[in-house]
């Protein structure tokens, strides 16, 4: 079992940034793939970033290449993302997955253990 906390939420103005930090506890944190989703209400869960086991492997949805950065330090059992240049577009309820694989990518059905979310609400 894994459980995740996400944090770093909150309201920025568009062109803004905000780190989101996602600590995980449980089983071996470091064995697992994490991903960061996002959901708007009345939108399917979306993916926006995968870090593999190591952080030697990230894979970005299109719509925030070059703005957000997803990144992990096992020592502390936590995963983040970066995000700058902020768009209104970005406004939804982030969460945070763990994997059962060394490597994930987009699909949700990858990962077994998901974080409750962190609203990011961005301003125009």
């Known amino acids: 079992q894994v459980q995740l906390v996400e944090s770093g939420g909150g309201l920025v103005q568009a062109g803004g940034s905000l780190r989101l930090s996602c600590a995980a506890s449980?089983?071996?944190?470091?064995?697992?793939?994490m991903g960061w989703f996002r959901q708007s209400p009345g939108k399917d869960r979306e993916f926006v970033a995968s870090?593999?086991?190591?952080?030697?492997?990230?894979y970005y949805a299109d719509s925030v290449k070059g703005r957000f950065t997803i990144s992990r330090d096992n020592a502390k059992n936590t995963v983040y993302l970066q995000m700058h240049r902020l768009k209104p577009e970005d406004t939804a309820v982030y969460y945070c997955?763990?994997?059962?694989?060394?490597?994930?990518?987009?699909?949700?059905?990858?990962?077994?253990?998901w974080g409750q979310g962190t609203q990011v609400t961005v301003s125009s």
């Open positions: 997955a763990a994997s059962g694989s060394y490597y994930s990518g987009s699909y949700y059905g990858e990962y077994d253990y």
């Open positions: 449980g089983r071996t944190f470091s064995a697992n793939a």
């Open positions: 870090i593999s086991w190591s952080g030697g492997d990230t």
